[in-house]
């Protein structure tokens, strides 16, 4: 079956630092892929669309200058939480759309981010 | 924004019972689907039903979809402690695009051996 890769799987880092995760489609080509964020013991809230070759479409309420998107290639999508802060704590999944499987959406392992 | 909305959030049953688990949504959509979250892990997909259909099964799991009354059931029959985990239903959404996936709140189910 499609496999779609997250990395990291975790990560600590101090409040200010850049954090970047990854999100890589192992089989098949994703021009479109997702970010969603999941808090503790809540749903998974979509923060935006990436999107291949073009600019990230950004739900109401994300911050685009701290979530920084880039789909540069069809298997790759990477997500970058800038100057973060203990706030941006979070559990972060992507998701990776192939289209002509009936499932069609995919997703990865996720990211769990601590910011200290 | 979340569409979808789950009922009950939180459900305990004994080992060998039947789960069942609610899902409303708010707008028109092509397909609902259900999914499974173990605790700190991703999503698993359980199973898709599209809006023309009314009832899937597979395996131990059976859905339902009510168009009319904008809501789908999830039932997991003979369940096991394995099947320990949050369940959540997503939706896409006709006015904005076939694919982008909302989901709801989730119910969370334990399964007491």
């Known amino acids: 079956g499609a496999v779609v890769s997250q990395h990291p799987s975790r990560v600590i880092c101090k409040s200010g630092t850049s954090v970047k995760i990854e999100c890589r489609s192992l089989d098949f080509q994703a021009t479109t892929m997702f970010w969603y964020r999941q808090f503790p013991k809540k749903s998974l809230m979509l923060m935006a669309t990436?999107?291949?070759?073009?600019?990230?479409?950004?739900e109401q309420g994300v911050e685009k200058d701290k979530f920084l998107i880039n789909h540069a290639s069809l298997t790759l999508s990477t997500l970058t939480v800038t100057s973060a802060h203990p706030e941006d704590s979070s559990f972060y999944i992507c998701?990776?759309?192939?289209?002509?499987?009936?499932?069609?959406?995919?997703f990865g392992s996720g990211t769990q981010l601590s910011v200290l | 924004s979340q569409q979808g909305e789950e009922d009950p959030q939180a459900l305990s049953i004994q080992e060998g019972e039947n789960a069942t688990m609610n899902c409303s949504y708010k707008t028109s959509i092509n397909n609902l689907q259900w999914y499974r979250q173990n605790s700190g892990r991703g999503l698993v997909h359980l199973i898709l039903i599209r809006s023309n259909e009314r009832e899937k099964h597979s395996g131990r799991l059976r859905v339902t979809l009510d168009t009319s009354k904008k809501s789908s059931s999830l039932l997991i029959t003979a369940s096991r402690a394995a099947d320990t985990a949050s369940y959540f239903c997503a939706t896409d959404d006709l006015k904005t695009s076939y694919d982008k996936v909302i989901f709801g709140p989730g119910t969370s189910l334990s399964v007491i051996p």
């Open positions: 990436s999107n291949e070759g073009s600019k990230a479409t950004y």
């Open positions: 998701s990776a759309i192939r289209q002509g499987s009936e499932e069609k959406l995919f």
